[in-house]
């Protein structure tokens, strides 16, 4: 590995043997016991097929006295089978574990899974080698591979490849299909007279590889749940904050439902649909849909158009009806004659399958017709269950509009798989792994051959843990395969009765509450500090459940509240996750300024006023006053004047951003540490201030929020207060409620909107101060005055993970390529898309290629120029052997294109959602040409509703997927030319909704209430028309300086149209990439090696406590600081003045007019318009 990201660094010097058990501290002894067989009926059978391993004992290992030195013994290992997160860990137990035995003992590592060990590719893994991947996820030390040890040749090549290599032993990291092959090579060394015995470890994030007692879960199934339970909880979240989308979540888990259930346990979902269920009660999917649909039906009824649920990937297959259409629909198309057409298979298919063929959606009967894998059979595997199941749903609520239902069913989508594969392991993980791979070493160096490290007692501290092994054979039983008879491990399904079915029974007892109740559970990222933080230690919790230990939901006690069209839902902080109840409970760190948390030890100074360089005169149109000063927050000696008898409130007008209740926090405890102020929170964003739907915040609700992610507390609605009519509806309030001051949080938009409320305010003579607050994911509300937009740092790093993840397990299985496109500004509400969250994700992790809207539009690159770009880049790594890659899209790519923004114009001025036949005929001839070409789902999404400003939703455009779909054309035809040789796999996939709702860093939680305070003292004051800025965001938080800077500072007049029909007004825009600002010469400095080699780093889960959790994201800390820089500059023109005055030598006097005045002429040909986008917005 050629990159580390801190964290790692710090997970990698983590001491392993921390996590040894004691009975393997020493030389551990070997207790041989009787193995009993899985299934008695089968044992004949079994050991008809394993002759001489089949009477194989059961190990367990008690502490031993060191014996005398022994022999050095050489080891090889293999991982086999998808990633799981701990299996560089298993390799470190290992490893240490033959060092322990004999320090000159050698380790050989298999290249590519068991096709390395046929082949005879391997490595010797070094104590150097081995330290660089210790606690670190993925399998990309070695690679993996789901190849088999199946034929003739194959067994006979790999005892050769073994005994050549003269090793001792042999461990399989693998699976349940994994572990019987090593049992089979085993039987096969054996029996051959080969020296090399053969054990395994169980690996499988599905966690359907499970044989208590001896094996109570495999390896990888804790960080991979956990990790998808982080963004179920931030869903959750999303969900809660605008109250309109339910959230389909589909997770992995094809044959079981184990991952479902686990995360359903950890997050608390409002339903989780599990396949083992739906077979066993032989469920239709017209019954799922009923079921579901009389869910979000008696939920809207309560005011709740919206949700979570969560279902397996493999839940199509668990649905008898479904399996019984899919084999026929296989034999009548095989059949000749049989046309794949919906008339063609409706007139051969049965009663029964026509029924279910009729019943589902469209789209996935077209799919299961035209979709099929080379044997012409349906791929059941790529139907989007999710997507399947809402349409359903969709249908079956409309039904029931004429019975009452009055309802809104808005549906997203989200798949999490890859992920959650090779993450950095929890400390459950990291520990469980190290010590399978110690205990493989041991039963190795002991002579034990057919077994499966066994490790037990998990409920215990580690140390305490039991160790030993169990016979693959004795946990085999008979099942017939393509025709026959083989072992295997059966699979561990989610038991639904019997002693293992405490996890789906305790789901069960609360899972009715969950329907209609909303207590989900937000567990949080994944945390390492051990010393400081209890949750980082937790194990998971159907193994909780599984080994006896209780678990209790506390019930909801508080009732919704209905404001306006919102509910509010009252604060109960013993419902929070143990995580956010510790993490609330966190002192933050505050600027000198703010020593003393005291609205009256605080001084707001007027400092130097500010100018307006370009269209004064334009400004002076809508704007009483263009020239104000900025102002200074500064702590005084003592105790000022006391402020009493305010009023402030505050609204979430932007989205969804981490960091929004810690900033309430501040400005809360600001306010009420004065005599009768009072702060007002208003419910439902926009819409709320418009119906003065408000209630009193207290501390009791910001300890209930304080360091929580969302915007759940107060929600939100449209980001827009810009007609008369809205101007005067928020005069009422302000007016009505005797606000002192009202807070806005948002981004460009929301800061121009508060510039003109305030002038509006203003000039009806209206007391309320008017401030604005920074604020947004997409980091595009940032200028000179401004150095972040709160949220940005905790969503870039949110994200940085899961590309982390992905792009090692990318490295691990060696043969996709992962596009993966990132939310960012046009998403969150500007006309104008940026890239900064995608540039800073790049910077965290280092990917092969990142696509960025503001280098694309600088370069003018057309549509198939980028195609070729990554179709280059594609086939260079190809003739490296690298048929694999990680590229990241920016959201708003597509608008950055000039002939597709063109597309975009002219589709936004049409009447929209529409049809390809009503559009067509009012596009242009190049537009319609280009809107023809696209592939049939972008030519869809280009004509779905548009967001509330009324441009196109680039969110809802697949342009991942589009891109994928471009270089899989291109490589296809430079394969028919001789040009491109390689194998291209593109899997697509959405960074979005999963992040912006995380937990906030440390360093937005304290910005956060840094502004909650700055921002509480300026509305507190009377100053109208300010936005709350904090800057040196690069130094340590005792140095920030706090401020407020006039709105008018910072707007800009857009430029004419041609055909401009009025004047556009003067607004705040969002700011691009800076193409040769710090952060993207940083990215350009080491592309080309990134493209070329695996530079990925992997930042893992946000950090709440340790080391890791003081970073900043590269784009703040390289920012340029202007205000400091003013600063700078006034003290060296002081510096002059001072040092010219009468009575000077008469030289410096000349040298200091003429440099100046050379100076003036240089800031005379600056002069010119600021690198921000300003793009005219309708009316």
């Known amino acids: ?142 690679g993996s591979g789901r190849h088999k040890i199946e034929s003739k040749e194959q067994f006979q090549d790999s005892m050769k ?87 389909l979540v589909r997770l992995m888990g094809r044959s079981a439902s184990n991952i479902a259930l686990e995360v359903a346990l950890i997050t608390r979902p409002n339903a989780c649909l599990l396949g083992e269920e739906v077979a066993r009660d032989k469920k239709s999917l017209r019954e799922l849909t009923v079921d579901m649909a009389d869910m979000i039906e008696e939920r809207s009824r309560d005011g709740k158009d919206y949700g979570v649920i969560l279902l397996p990937e493999g839940l199509i297959e668990f649905i008898p009806e479904f399996n019984a259409l899919m084999s026929e629909l296989n034999d009548k198309l095989a059949e000749p004659g049989v046309q794949a057409t919906e008339e063609g298979i409706l007139a051969v298919l049965s009663k029964e399958n026509t029924e279910v063929f009729r019943y589902l959606p469209g789209f996935i009967r077209a799919q299961l017709l035209l979709d099929r894998d080379p044997h012409g059979n349906v791929q059941v595997a790529k139907i989007e269950t999710e997507k399947l199941l809402a349409a359903t749903i969709k249908a079956e609520l409309e039904t029931r509009r004429s019975r009452g239902y009055k309802g809104n069913f808005s549906p997203q989508f989200h798949a999490f798989g890859y992920e959650g594969r090779a993450g950095m392991p ?54 017939r395969r393509k025709g026959k008879d083989k072992p295997v491990i059966r699979k561990a399904l989610v038991e639904l009765d019997g002693p293992l079915s405490q996890p789906f029974d305790f789901y069960k007892m609360i899972r009715r509450e969950l329907r209609t109740k909303d207590v989900y559970r937000i567990p949080g990222p994944i945390q390492f500090d051990m010393l400081h933080c209890e949750s980082s230690k937790d194990i998971p919790m159907t193994l909780q459940l599984e080994l006896g230990r209780k678990l209790t939901v506390p019930a909801a006690k508080a009732t919704p509240k209905r404001m306006g069209d919102f509910l509010f839902l009252p604060p109960e ?73 305010k009023t402030v409130g505050i609204v979430f007008c932007g989205r969804q951003a981490p960091g929004c209740h810690d900033l309430v926090c501040g400005l809360v405890e600001m306010l009420l540490t004065a005599g009768n102020c009072k702060a007002l929170g208003f419910v439902g964003g926009t819409q709320g201030l418009f119906s003065k739907q408000a209630i009193e915040l207290n501390l009791e ?41 009202l807070v806005l949080v948002g981004g460009a938009r929301t800061n121009t909107d508060a510039a003109y409320l305030g002038e509006f305010l203003s000039s009806r003579k209206v007391k309320t101060a008017i401030v604005g607050v920074p604020c947004g994911i997409e980091g595009s509300m940032t200028n000179e005055f401004v150095e972040g937009s709160l949220g940005f740092d905790s969503c870039a790093k949110a994200m940085s993970q899961l ?50 809207s503001e280098e694309v539009d600088a370069k003018r690159s057309t549509l198939r120029e ?191 149209s041609p055909n401009e029909t009025f004047r556009p007004r003067p607004a705040i825009f969002p700011r691009k990439v800076d193409l040769e600002g710090a952060a993207f010469r940083t990215w350009r400095e080491v592309r080309t090696s990134c493209a070329r080699e695996e530079l990925y780093e992997n930042p893992g889960p946000i950090q709440l406590s340790g080391p890791s959790a003081e970073r900043v994201s590269t784009t703040i800390a390289t920012r340029f600081s202007y205000l400091q820089e003013l600063g700078r500059l006034q003290k060296q023109l002081q510096a002059v003045s001072s040092r010219c005055r009468p009575g000077c030598d008469p030289r410096q006097v000349r040298v200091a007019t003429q440099s100046l005045s050379t100076l003036n002429a240089i800031l005379d040909e600056l002069a010119g318009p600021l690198a921000a986008a300003p793009t005219l917005e309708p009316k």
């Open 1 to 142: 590995r050629k990159a580390y990201s801190a964290l790692q660094k710090e997970r990698i010097s983590a001491d392993c043997k921390d996590y040894l058990p004691k009975v393997l501290e020493g030389c551990a002894a070997a207790v041989k016991k009787e193995a009993l067989p899985a299934s008695p009926k089968d044992a004949e059978a079994i050991k008809g097929l394993f002759p001489t391993t089949c009477d194989t004992p059961l190990i367990e290992f008690i502490a031993g006295a060191p014996g005398p030195s022994q022999a050095p013994v050489k080891v090889g290992v293999v991982l086999s089978g998808g990633q799981a997160p701990g299996g560089h860990n298993v390799i470190a137990g290992i490893f240490d574990g033959i060092k322990q035995w004999n320090e000159a003992s050698t380790m050989i590592g298999f290249l590519d899974g068991p096709h390395g060990v046929f082949t005879g590719h391997f490595v010797e893994i070094t104590a150097e080698i081995m330290d660089g991947f210790r606690n670190t996820g993925g399998f990309d030390m070695l």
């Open 866 to 1056: 980028l195609t070729n770009e990554i179709a280059d880049v594609v086939a260079q790594r190809s003739d490296a052997g690298k048929n694999f890659g990680t590229i990241l899209v920016a959201e708003g790519l597509l608008a950055a294109i000039p002939e597709f923004r063109t597309l975009i114009v002219e589709l936004e001025a049409l009447p929209m959602p529409s049809t390809v036949e009503k559009v067509l005929p009012e596009l242009t001839t190049w537009s319609a040409a280009l809107f023809r070409s696209l592939p049939e789902f972008i030519q869809q999404q280009l004509l779905l509703e548009r967001q509330s400003n009324a441009a196109l939703q680039l969110s809802q455009l697949e342009t991942e997927r589009l891109i994928a779909w471009l270089v899989e054309d291109e490589l296809k035809q430079r394969k028919k030319k001789g040009t491109f040789k390689g194998s291209f796999s593109p899997v697509c996939q959405f960074l979005g909704y999963q992040a912006r709702c995380s937990m906030p860093s440390d360093f937005d939680s304290d910005y956060a209430y840094t502004l909650g305070g700055t921002a509480a003292l300026l509305a507190a004051h009377g100053h109208n028309g300010y936005m709350a800025v904090v800057s040196d965001l690069s130094q340590p938080v005792e140095s920030w300086r706090l401020g407020g800077v006039p709105f008018p500072a910072m707007l800009e007049v857009p430029p004419s």
């Open 701 to 741: 609700t910001c300890s209930a929020f304080a360091g929580s992610g969302g915007l759940e507390m107060l929600g939100r609605t449209v980001d827009r207060i810009k007609s008369q009519e809205e101007l005067e509806m928020a005069q009422k309030t302000c007016t009505e409620l005797s606000l002192d001051g």
């Open 573 to 645: 902080k013993r419902l929070r996750s143990d995580l956010q109840q510790w993490r609330s409970a966190r002192q933050r760190r505050l600027p000198a300024a703010f020593q003393e948390f005291h609205c009256n030890s605080v001084a707001v100074n007027a400092g130097t006023e500010t100018m307006v360089t370009d269209h004064k005169e334009v400004l002076d149109r809508f704007f009483s006053h263009t020239q104000l000063p900025l102002l200074d927050l500064m702590a005084t000696e003592g105790r000022g004047p006391a402020l009493a008898n």
């Open 426 to 479: 929890t400390i459950f993980d990291a520990a469980y792994c190290y010590a399978l791979g110690a205990t493989a070493a041991a039963l190795l160096v002991n002579g034990c051959t057919g077994l499966i490290a066994s490790v037990k007692n998990l409920t215990a501290p580690c140390k305490e843990w039991q160790c030993g092994g169990v016979p693959v054979t004795s946990l085999c039983v008979i099942e």
């Open 161 to 247: 490849v073994c005994t050549d290599i003269g090793l001792d032993g042999l461990v399989v990291i693998g699976g349940d299909d994994s572990n019987t092959n090593g049992a089979v090579l085993a039987e096969y060394f054996k029996a051959n007279g080969c020296k090399t015995k053969v054990v395994g470890a169980p690996k499988t994030i599905d966690g359907d590889l499970k044989c208590p007692p001896h094996i109570p879960v495999s390896f990888g199934f804790d960080t991979a749940c956990k990790t998808y339970a982080t963004l179920v909880g931030n869903v959750a979240v999303d969900a809660l904050s605008t109250q309109k989308y339910y959230h």
């Open 803 to 852: 590309v982390g993840n992905t792009a090692i397990d990318g490295s691990s299985a060696r043969k996709y390529y992962y596009f993966l496109r990132v939310m960012d500004g046009s998403t969150t509400g500007g006309k104008q898309p940026t890239s900064h969250l995608a540039l800073e994700v790049a910077l965290e992790t280092k990917p092969n290629l990142l696509l960025l």
